[in-house]
């Protein structure tokens, strides 16, 4: 990584569109996308022992998916709530909170590969695959096997502050990571590296970077600041205003 | 020429260094061998230890859990009225898949009771609410004997859910001319009532939260039976009105909410008491909650969509 | 003080003879026998304590004497070396294997009883012995070992059948271990692979008795104890009827406290 | 001056003698792996001294509902009164495998297989709730009662009732302390930067985010493990002493339900139910230290890419990239130091049917609810509902099946050629 701040294209600037009903005046909203500087370590290749169609479907080790102009897939972007305290969410978020989450293990893979839930919301796991899987999901405490073809439904009762492992562990290299909170402000990035958070209350809050091979994103520089040793950043979301971050470029030796 | 062991002056010396460096040796395996492997990390250490602890003690109860305070004096009375917040779900008619002929009404399948809402006023139906461990029983509400008539009409249980203590009896009665054979399951009872004919089944125990009552020949019939070993239990009614009398008075009483489609543990039915900031919900159901001697505390019960698991 | 070393090593044979005259009353004797034939046993014990308490006794007091009379501070000459005597050579060899020989003739019929002639009847149970804990298998209602209505017992607690011949196959399953029945003086033990047996007969209509394992097995070792309940047929049968009906039990037995 | 050289070794010898009472140590596997700030260690030191005392004087909190005599019978060092009534129960009978601070690594953990039970992440496998719930006391009792059978725990039937009781309330003593020491350590590591204070003694914000938003669910969770009991409807069980050829039915669809594609048992406990299905997996405990083995490995190659990248950074970068270098070496130094004391983490082995020995219990009903909700902390999923008025993915009568044909797995005859496991055409998925 030479020294100078190399300018990399400036990511699509999508033009933030406000849900009508929210009032515009108190909630703002953050945008940005995460590319990777340099190339990061080719993940190992899975060892798929297990079920003749899990072989065939040769599912790749998606720890870390590197897309166009070395976006980063599946950063964690978060609003952190310190313990104890407490944040107003926007009634716009009420309707979707009955929504249930779901979870497909579809061609031996988790998809999605990073999945969000709040506190309240159903898990809805399901299994397209012709093969049963089991899927354990250490955050609730749930380890059920599910039949090809059908589903099974979980509360979603605990949290934690860090995304946690999902496994099966009849097929130990299917995994997926899962954040639970008990508010909304959560956003994984896509493929084109891009996220987004609407209707965050205005003012300070602080935002955690969290990525599976890289844990915090430390020390990575960012409109106004850098994250801090636990992939932080305290940034100020104005009323009625996008916050773009634009590029977030995270070095490549982060990612193992 | 005999020949006498005496020890030489030289050899007795060695003998003493040897036998002092053995003993040395020996002394020192056995201090270092019982001070084991030097565990890592730190000790509580006592000064703010004894700090903390005197702060602790001083803290209130946690949890949901309230620690048993002293019992209070006197007796006191709540009742209220539960409404459901927002639209509620049309019921379904029960799929009655075996002798139409009598188990529908005028040609129709009865509609289901999971959740019964009575439009306009929008009182919900068949809410139990029972006190979790009275602390003391007043004689009203001691285990009473007089006899519960329960009868199942057009394969429907009449009452859909019923709250009696330990000792009463229940008059299983089956008005309707085929069998049914009624099974309280987890009291082993499970007996099949002729047509027209009556069984009645004594409540040995009480149960933490009400026991499901099923036929196995129209498995679609259920209701519920909440056997209490004291009096403080009620169940909505169709105005979603409930009432307990003469509860201890002057202590934190803990009492269960509970519905067939309450969506919290156990069935456990989460609402809110939006005019009764003093009263706090657990997210299994149950109301804390301290009442003055002789007072009657009203309550209106507001319970959201997603309280119930529809 | 001249004859101290002497009369310190008379104290060995008193102190020792005192030891097994006092020990019964200090309940450090046997544990009570309830066997048919532990009283061949305890016997051949007693015999076998007399003949030898009686030559310790001999060679202390032989011994004290000599440490009496040629005590190093009046004995100033230098020692006088004998040769070795021949004849002595042959009388203290003959002499103990007279008496070994002898012994060994004397318990064989004992020794046979209790581990050669195996009575020819149908196994009551099968002991295994794992580290720290001894588990039994009765054969079950079939009367056959190792079919599905075994009854399996890891608690420790084993009943036998009273008054009448019991005969138990033993197994260990990882390490050495040795079942000991004291008050039945029958001790077997038990090498993994291998398949022992034991048998004997209790002479008590009920009798409640502590099993022990007398093969060091690891650290558990002290804690590897069991019960064992001797009691008529009629109340062993109904013991293990409600053993096995708890082992088939499909619904929850007591309410959860 | 050789009586000075016998009297120094009697002394050495004996000088063993009273050594200071143990300590509770903190779990240095979770504190180093979450590079936990040495001040805010000691904090959690004290705040679990202060909440529960110490091994020779353990504290039953109010708001924890255990019973203080218990607990002062069962802990401290072992002595037994006039009366007889024994005291040091742990230390007495547990404490060789289960160590001082619960933590399954005592002196003799090591020669076991399986490991001891480390209490502290309030983890039980064998007991009648359902799967996120936790035992009640009569399932710890019956785990003491009857050991469990192919390990080392053995049994301590012969324990008065009263010695079993104090044991299980000092083990749920030692599990509640364990997850409350867990939650400290995670808000330590997510939540508390290098300076910031964390002291309850002068801070309500922390005893109030202890002693309600941390003990609460912890209680709460033990409290309700009664309700979460899973109790098999009368309908679903089958009759007793039913005739041969109807348990041979329910064998042969066990039969059916293990080898089909719903249950998926033969995936893990493979074709023959020898347990050679799934042996790389581990379970809960041994994933913590495989996690932490595995973790100190990177430590050295993340070093490494980090001197290369040094060399070619300069300036600001360069002097950042030093610092990270000086904090990885540190970290790699405390975890190098810790993994001698580690024992190397074992896989979880799927259980050999054949062999007819069940750790749980071999009661139909035992082996209904490993089955049903599945062996928590173990890849052993469940196979019935997750809670109370949960889908299951088998219903209770195809449960109760599989336990017949499990029961029957270890009378198969070895002789018999095992046939190929039925291909998933052969079994029927419908429900």
Known sequence: MNNTFKAIAVGAICVATFAATSNAADWGSIKGRIVVDGTPAKPAPLVVTKDQFCIDKMPVNNSIVVGKDNALENVFVYLRVPAGQKIDINPEYASKEAEPVTLDNNGCEFHPHAVLARIGQTLDIKNSDPVGHNTNVNVLSFNQVIPSNSDAKVKVSTGGALPTEIACNIHPFMKAWILVQDHPYTATTGEDGTFEIKDIPAGKHEFQFWHEAGGYLKNVKLKGGATDKKGRAELNIEAGKTLDLGDIKVPASALK | MEYRWRLTNKMKRLFGISGFLWMLAVSLSGLSGCSGRADMGPVADAANVKAIRDVLATSKGAGSEQAAAATGTGWATIKGQFVFDGDPPTMPPYNVTKEAEICTINGQAPPQEMLVVTPGSKAIKNVVVFLRDASRVNDSAKPKTDRVEFDQKHCLFLTHVVGLTVGQALDIKNSDNTGHNTNILGSGFNQLIPAGGAIPYKVQKDAQVPNKVTCSIHPWMTAYMLPRKDGYFAVSDADGKFEIANVPAGEPLEFQVWHESGAAPGNGLVGTTPDAPDVKWSNRGRVAVTLKPDDVKELKVVVPAKAFRL | ?257 | MRALALVTATAALVGCGKSDPPPFRLNMTNVVAKQIAPEHQQAIANILGAMFGTPDEPIALKETGLDQKKLDMAAGPVWSDKVGAKHGLYRRHCVHCHGISGDGRGPTAAVLNPYPRDYRMGVFKFKSTYTAAEPTNLDLTKTLHEGIPGTAMPSFALLPPDEVAALVEYVKYLSIRGQMERLLEDHASVELNAGDKFDPANDPAVQKLVMQDMLGPIMESWNGAKEQVINPEDASIPPDNRPAKELEASVKAGRELFYGTRANCVKCHGPTALGDGQQDDYDVWNKAINDFFKATDDKIGQIASLKTDLAKAQGDDATQIRQQIVDAQKEFNERHALLSSLLLPRNAIPRNLREGVFRGGRRPIDVFWRISSGIPGTPMPASGPAGEGAQGTLTQKEIWQIVDYVHSLPFEPASLPQKRPINASEVSTGE
């Open chain 3, 1 to 257: 003080m001249k004859h101290f070393w002497a009369l310190l090593f008379l104290l060995v044979p008193i102190f020792g003879v005192l030891t097994f005259v006092l020990a019964p009353y200090y309940n450090h004797s046997f544990p009570r026998d309830i066997s048919e034939n532990g009283r061949v046993i305890d016997q051949l014990f007693y015999f076998i304590l007399y003949l030898t308490g009686v030559l310790f006794v001999a060679t202390e007091g032989a011994l004290f004497y000599f440490m009496w009379k040629y005590n190093g501070r009046t004995n100033r000459e230098p020692v006088k070396y004998s040769h070795g005597s021949h004849t002595l050579e042959v009388v203290w060899t003959i002499l103990p294997a007279v008496t070994l020989l002898f012994i060994a003739i004397y318990q064989m019929n004992a020794w046979a009883d209790a581990k050669m002639r195996k009575p020819d009847i149908p196994v009551t149970a099968e002991i295994t012995g794992r580290q720290f804990n001894w588990d039994v298998r009765y054969p079950g209602p079939d009367g056959i070992l190792h079919t599905p209505d075994d009854i399996i017992l890891v608690d420790g607690e084993i009943h036998f059948p009273a008054g009448e011949e019991i005969l138990l196959s033993i197994k260990a399953a990882d390490v050495l271990h040795s079942f000991f029945l004291p008050n039945i003086r029958m001790k077997q033990d038990v090498v993994p692979g291998m398949q022992q047996y034991m048998w004997f007969k209790c002479r008590e209509s009920k009798a409640e008795v502590d099993i022990v394992c007398a093969e060091l097995c690891g650290w558990g070792h002290y804690k590897m104890s069991g019960r064992a309940t001797f009691e008529p047929r009629s109340e062993f049968n109904a013991w293990l009827a409600k053993k096995s009906a708890e082992q088939q039990a499909h619904r929850i037995t007591q309410a959860t406290p």
